[in-house]
């Protein structure tokens, strides 16, 4: 009985052994089953945060870069051109200029102009729009033979925004000058602000002028074109050194200094004759005159007393002592 009851008692324990390692090994199965189900989700999350920080890029990339436009179309250029064109007709070659520019929506600022034959020269100051100052450039220079060239850009794109916040701020400060005019009950308050509005509306007023010159600028660019006939001098761009070109220079001073002398004598020469002959005729007449009068001699002087006749007295001898 004893035996039997310590075989039983073995197999049950065997039986409860077995029962927890297969629980232990169903608990670890589970675990495991846990850990991969999460590792399995683990790189979708990854995946899924990545496909959304790719997806926000291009909206971080164009959101920081759609607050500052930064098209050379949205800034403010002045541009500014110099040519110098050889033609055959002067005269001609201004009035197709002047066509060309009306017909581009510019103007003509100035002209000037010499017709010489020997010297022929027209010098035209062309306002036209920013958008068409190329192709202004290319009309002009077809012309005739283009001898000269030169372009200039100025940026002024910070400054206009500059006076743009300007502006905003000095007419803010306008409005709350005026409104501090309409409530002042003193005659001390109402002079004193009366003269801050005054002041605040002249720097407004001053700020817009400027801004005013900058749409301008802006807006319309210059061209400055000399046409020059086939005989006139080309122009020196270059100033030339050396001993030759200072023997030139001095040469070239030295003919205007005689020049200048020539032209104050020219000038004086007239008053010399009118003034300087009769004076001359004068002179000379006193002149004769005091030569033909004989100058008076010196008078003699009268004796003191009668002049004794006969030799003169001889004086007497000295005796010894």
Request: glycine share 10%; proline share 6%; hydrophobic share 40%.
């Amino acid at each position: 009985m004893r035996i039997r009851d310590s075989h039983r008692r073995g197999r049950a324990l065997a039986a409860a052994g077995l029962l927890v390692v297969l629980g232990a090994g169903a608990c670890s199965a589970g675990d495991s089953g846990g850990d991969n189900a999460s590792s399995a989700e683990q790189p979708q999350a990854v995946a899924g945060g990545a496909a959304d920080r790719d997806q926000a890029a291009p909206e971080k990339a164009q959101s920081g870069t759609g607050g500052a436009d930064l098209r050379v179309d949205q800034r403010a250029i002045i541009y500014t051109g110099t040519l110098q064109v050889r033609v055959d007709d002067v005269e001609r070659a201004a009035r197709e200029a002047s066509t060309a520019v009306t017909a581009a929506g510019g103007f003509v600022g100035g002209d000037q102009r010499n017709s010489d034959s020997a010297d022929a020269r027209a010098e035209l100051i062309l306002r036209v729009p920013a958008e068409r100052f190329t192709t202004v450039l290319e009309a002009l220079a077809r012309l005739g033979k283009q001898e000269r060239r030169e372009v200039r850009t100025e940026d002024v794109t910070e400054e206009t925004v500059d006076l743009d916040a300007r502006i905003a701020t000095q007419r803010a400060r306008v409005d709350s000058a005026r409104r501090l005019l309409a409530r002042a009950t003193s005659i001390n308050d109402l002079v004193t602000l009366e003269n801050e509005v005054g002041r605040r509306e002249a720097d407004l007023a001053s700020l817009e002028a400027k801004k005013r010159r900058l749409a301008d600028l802006t807006a319309l660019s210059t061209v400055t074109v000399t046409f020059v006939g086939p005989e006139a001098a080309a122009a020196e761009d270059e100033t030339e050194l050396g001993f030759l070109a200072g023997l030139r220079g001095g040469w070239t001073a030295f003919l205007g200094a005689l020049r200048v002398g020539l032209t104050v004598l020219g000038a004086v020469l007239p008053f010399a004759l009118a003034i300087g002959v009769p004076v001359a005729l004068v002179l000379i007449l006193a002149r004769r005159r005091g030569r033909r009068t004989p100058p008076a001699g010196p008078a003699l002087p009268e004796p003191a007393g009668p002049v004794p006749s006969g030799p003169p007295p001889v004086p007497a001898a000295r005796s010894g002592p």
